[in-house]
């Protein structure tokens, strides 16, 4: 694994190194699978909100504040869509915390859910939005966000110039962040992703990879 220190060396010796050409690909492909995934996926949607409301009290959609795109003069902010798969005022009581192996707020439709990862589909609307990419480093919530900026060197950098994804490198090999440790072994992973966004052949090679890994998790069940 390459490390954090000769990532950031990198990356602070030209900050604009991220190929603004292979931006404007990505974005263009973001876009378009996110309308035709929405347009497939639609029956599923409906289905998916119907077994939440038949199932378990509060609303079908569950929406969040999130850190997203971090530029040289401004942090932009968005509201991350999910399918709600926690009790309702599941952190009333606990505020915003990481999610563990057998958590208990999560419904029985939520545990499938995010098992199969399939409450990430809404997401696909913030794609098409421009808040988020199918691929990127995951977005995380503020209040979280800034601590662990205190914690962690370079933490807030791993959505400099990279909007943050539904999926993404970090995501398919370590999956949901439990604890500093886990989140610290991550930067690594988003930091290398970014520089797969240098070359078009590297970064095509990264998201064939992304996408391949993600597909496994959704069909072997191995979200959380």
């Known amino acids: 694994m390459v490390k954090i220190g000769d990532i950031m060396k990198t990356i602070m010796k030209d900050i604009t190194f991220i190929n603004s050409k292979i931006l404007i690909i990505k974005r263009i ?47 932009k902010y968005f509201n991350m869509i999910k399918f709600r798969t926690m009790k309702h005022n599941a952190e009333s009581e606990t505020g915003a915390v990481w999610a563990s192996e057998n958590d208990d707020r999560l419904t029985y439709v939520g545990k499938a859910l995010r098992k199969t990862r399939l409450d990430e589909l809404p997401q696909f609307i913030n794609v098409i ?12 919530r503020p209040e979280i966000a800034q601590k662990l900026e205190e914690q962690i060197p370079f933490y807030a950098e791993r959505t400099f110039w990279v909007t943050p994804g539904i999926t993404g490198l970090a995501q398919v090999y370590q999956g949901y962040d439990k604890s500093l440790d886990d989140v610290r072994a991550k930067i690594s992973y988003d930091f290398a992703y970014s520089l797969s966004l240098t070359k078009l052949h590297q970064w095509l090679l990264m998201d064939l990879k992304i996408v391949l890994r993600t597909f496994a998790i959704m069909l072997l069940g191995r979200g959380q």
């Not at 038949?54 to 040289?72: A, D, E």
């Not at 939005?129 to 691929?135: D, F, L, Q, T, Y």
């Open 129 to 140: 939005k421009g808040e988020m990419s199918i691929i990127g480093p995951r977005p995380e």
């Open 29 to 75: 492909i973001d876009w378009s699978v996110s309308v035709i995934c929405l347009i497939i996926f639609l029956p599923l949607f409906l289905n998916i909100a119907i077994l939440i409301k038949l199932t378990s009290k509060g609303s079908i959609f569950y929406v969040q504040r999130r850190v997203g795109l971090i530029l040289p003069n401004q942090t």
